[in-house]
């Protein structure tokens, strides 16, 4: 379930922060009670509303999708905001005047589905995102280019070095990014360094692959 709660009251301690939420309008104890509930989520909202930014990269996005979908861009909007919905438990929202941190999320969502979906940009996703590491994250889990969102592999930024086998050594605290054969070629050509600054992305510590 999904509630909006206000915080009436907070505590800082060495190990955490204690939080005292309420709920309006609602009685939730029987569920809480009967289904054992111990943990939630907590979706702090700092107030912001919206920027032009986002906006812009929003509806970019969106229209995109429904070139390649076929629907209508007002029609496309409605189904990814019930698309984000459904993944992230939040509200119904507007984009005109929704938070900056739900306009992030939401951006994350209809960038993933672009990933998943094999949906062509007009523009570099990574000019698109409100949330860089979240993208290159999404990109790493779904073997796409970060740059271009085509099928990649895994290129090591952190290199592993010579000798060691890549089958067997855990790699999860170096660093790496998902790139097509191209743009994996490019990067050995140019160097990282350059590389990173021309598309303005950057390698992340991702799981063990």
């Given at each position: 379930?999904?509630?909006?709660?206000?915080?009436?009251?907070?505590?800082?301690?060495?190990?955490?922060?204690?939080l005292q939420?309420?709920?309006?309008?609602?009685?939730l104890m029987?569920?809480?009670?009967?289904?054992?509930?111990?943990?939630?989520?907590?979706?702090?909202?700092?107030?912001?509303?919206?920027?032009?930014?986002?906006?812009?990269?929003?509806?970019?996005?969106?229209?995109?999708?429904?070139?390649?979908?076929?629907?209508?861009?007002?029609?496309?909007?409605e189904w990814?905001?019930?698309?984000?919905?459904?993944?992230?438990?939040?509200?119904?929202?507007?984009?005109?005047?929704?938070?900056?941190?739900?306009?992030?999320?939401?951006?994350?969502?209809?960038?993933?589905?672009?990933?998943?979906?094999?949906?062509?940009?007009?523009?570099?996703?990574?000019?698109?995102?409100?949330?860089?590491?979240?993208?290159?994250?999404?990109?790493?889990?779904?073997?796409?280019?970060?740059?271009?969102?085509?099928?990649?592999?895994?290129?090591?930024?952190?290199?592993?070095?010579?000798?060691?086998?890549?089958?067997?050594?855990?790699?999860?605290?170096?660093?790496?990014?998902?790139?097509?054969?191209?743009?994996?070629?490019?990067?050995?050509?140019?160097?990282?360094?350059?590389?990173?600054?021309?598309?303005?992305?950057?390698?992340?510590?991702?799981?063990?692959?």
């Amino acid at each position: 379930m999904f509630e909006l709660a206000r915080i009436t009251g907070y505590r800082p301690e060495p190990a955490g922060t204690y939080l005292q939420l309420f709920i309006p309008g609602k009685n939730l104890m029987e569920a809480i009670i009967q289904k054992r509930i111990r943990t939630c989520n907590v979706w702090l909202e700092d107030g912001r509303h919206i920027s032009a930014e986002q906006r812009k990269k929003a509806y970019a996005t969106i229209n995109d999708i429904a070139s390649h979908t076929g629907e209508l861009p007002e029609v496309m909007k409605e189904w990814l905001k019930f698309l984000h919905i459904y993944r992230t438990g939040c509200k119904y929202f507007s984009l005109s005047d929704c938070s900056m941190d739900t306009a992030r999320a939401f951006i994350n969502t209809i960038l993933d589905y672009s990933l998943e979906n094999g949906i062509q940009l007009l523009d570099f996703a990574v000019n698109r995102t409100d949330d860089t590491s979240h993208y290159l994250y999404a990109c790493l889990k779904l073997r796409k280019c970060a740059i271009c969102g085509r099928e990649g592999e895994i290129h090591h930024v952190d290199t592993i070095g010579m000798g060691n086998d890549r089958r067997k050594i855990n790699d999860s605290d170096y660093r790496k990014i998902c790139l097509c054969r191209q743009h994996h070629t490019e990067a050995h050509g140019i160097g990282m360094t350059e590389f990173e600054s021309r598309y303005k992305v950057y390698g992340i510590r991702f799981g063990g692959d």
